[in-house]
């Protein structure tokens, strides 16, 4: 097997260097062509400085240089941290900071975009562009470079990393504080591949389309499975939904993964009547899908296999369901994945009975290395195994995942609910206390809970209760829209509150906090109600 991430593309250059890797646009690499490029950018980045270890973040939307970008940053040594191209310059700045990158590989107006944030980023040394040139005077404090000089031809030197050395940091948002990023090993990434390759059946011939973001796990490992299998991704930015399906028929998709929302939105679309010739593989996870979007996905592509899997970035992908099984456990999560070892535990850590709620918990070499320069959160959350799962070594660390879940007399498991106040919306999980804390910087109000509700398409819609500030004179739908306007300047677009409203007072806990759980139940009809 690989030992480290980059060995996936240069055992299928070794093997197959003919076959479509990637695709980008107008742009084709083959497995041969990918390698070179991988060796030539990784070299570049090693004569830029980059020591083992080293971060290096890439902000960037899905395109043939960000995936150069991350490849070549672990085959040289690094450890690659994709951002999600929808965030803005305060989010960017936050995670610039919180992993220490000392690279940033960004276009140029991208960069101008970061003009102000990018001085307080103190580790910071390196802007990589890769498109065109930026002004070096516009960031005085950076060496410049743009992607063509990076690009030196010559072969990276060995760095010193083994299979569990980190690979990847990946940020994802909890419900209290700012995202955190979670540390993943070449170890991890290349068995979650494996896994998926596994159970999915991926052969050499498929063609995966990545629609999903790259810094999603979920999106990263359309990459990674298919250069496991030596199968061909293509990627894509869409606008549309539309664009998506004509996309599948143009390119000849075998296998598309998609998130509870833009399956609703595919569900309702008409389909080519030879996209059932090829696309064969149909993957959903962050979220419940819906009986009724399940049923007219099978309507639509008839010979299209549809797996539900749940998972979290901390334990890679945790189960799935089997297509056979969907007819009559529709609403189960499933079993664990190849190399998963799950438990479904009581708060003493003992088995739970068949239909008891209890908390899921992972282990076996999926399971993150933990939280990046947040030792309080790792020790949170990767703890020594239960007494459910006896055969694991007590030196062992195993995710404790704060989800709520059932396991029947079959094994099968269902979710429950989550222990946090996470909200999970279009595929992204959201931490109201971010949001909460850019409504306060608004200045317009004095209180403010955020919490999701059960939405139709969303999975869950953002909701916001305040306090207008005693100085208010406005209407409040004058201020409802300012505070919308606020957001949307500062926040990406799945994180502003579909709903805001403003009450004279919130209701208050015992302890005297907010009562989030008591508006949360006021608010949970909400968007069932609306026409």
């Not at 991430?5 to 003919?18: G, R, S, V, W």
């Not at 389309?209 to 298919?226: C, E, I």
């Not at 598309?256 to 149909?282: F, I, K, R």
């Not at 005693?470 to 926040?491: G, I, N, V, Y």
Request: aromatic share 6%; proline share 7%; net charge neutral.
């Amino acid at each position: 097997m690989s030992r480290l991430l980059h060995h996936l593309i240069e055992n299928a250059a070794q093997t197959k260097p003919d076959a479509s890797a990637l695709t980008a646009g107008k742009t084709h690499l083959s497995y041969a062509e990918l390698q070179h490029h991988l060796q030539s950018t990784a070299a570049g980045l090693q004569a830029l400085g980059l020591k083992p270890g080293d971060r290096i973040a890439v902000y960037l939307p899905k395109q043939t240089e960000t995936v150069l970008a991350l490849f070549a940053t672990a085959w040289a040594g690094g450890i690659f941290v994709p951002v999600n191209p929808l965030l803005k310059p305060a989010q960017v700045a936050h995670i610039l900071d919180d992993c220490g990158a000392t690279i940033l590989v960004t276009s140029v107006d991208r960069a101008r975009l970061l003009t102000d944030v990018l001085p307080a980023c103190t580790f910071l040394q390196h802007l990589i562009i890769t498109d065109g040139t930026a002004q070096p005077e516009t960031f005085p404090s950076l060496t410049v470079t743009n992607w063509q000089t990076l690009q030196s031809g010559n072969k990276p030197v060995p760095a010193n990393i083994t299979e569990n050395s980190i690979a990847a940091i990946l940020y994802t948002s909890g419900s209290t504080g700012l995202p955190k990023g979670v540390a993943l090993s070449h170890r991890n990434l290349l068995l979650g591949a494996e896994s998926v390759v596994q159970y999915l059946g991926i052969q050499a011939s498929d063609r995966l389309l990545a629609v999903l973001p790259l810094s999603f796990d979920y999106g990263l490992n359309q990459l990674t499975t298919a250069f496991h299998a030596g199968a061909s991704v293509v990627l894509m930015n869409y606008l549309l939904p539309r664009d998506i399906v004509r996309t599948v028929s143009r390119e000849r998709i075998t296998t598309l993964a998609g998130v509870p929302s833009l399956w609703m939105q595919l569900a309702a679309l008409d389909w080519p009547a030879d996209t059932t010739e090829h696309l064969h593989t149909l993957t959903n996870s962050g979220g419940h899908l819906p009986v009724s979007v399940i049923k007219n996905l099978q309507q639509h592509l008839p010979t299209s296999r549809l797996f539900l899997m749940y998972g979290l970035t901390e334990a890679f992908r945790s189960s799935y369901l089997p297509p056979e099984k969907l007819a009559t456990r529709p609403a189960s999560m499933g079993k664990a994945i190849p190399h998963a070892e799950l438990a479904v535990v009581r708060p003493d850590g003992t088995a739970c009975a068949p239909d008891e709620p209890g908390e899921l918990v992972h282990a076996g070499p999926l399971v993150a290395q933990g939280y990046w320069n947040n030792p309080a959160a790792t020790e949170r959350h990767f703890r020594p195994p239960p007494a459910a799962m006896p055969q694991r070594s007590t030196n062992e660390k195993v995710l404790w995942s704060g989800d709520t879940v059932t396991i029947d007399a079959d094994g099968y498991l269902y979710f429950v609910g989550r222990e946090d106040d996470m909200i999970k919306t279009s595929g992204y999980r959201v931490s109201p206390t971010e949001v909460e804390k850019v409504l306060h910087a608004s200045r317009l109000i004095n209180e403010v809970t955020v919490f999701g509700v059960p939405h139709p398409t969303l999975g869950q819609a953002i909701v916001a209760v305040t306090t207008l500030a005693a100085t208010a004179q406005a209407s409040e739908t004058t201020f409802t829209q300012q505070l919308l306007d606020h957001c949307r300047a500062t926040l990406p677009a799945f994180m502003v509150p579909a709903y805001i409203a403003h009450r004279q007072q919130l209701p208050k806990t015992p302890n005297g906090k907010i009562d989030r759980q008591r508006l949360k139940q006021e608010f949970h009809e909400h968007f069932a109600e609306a026409p």
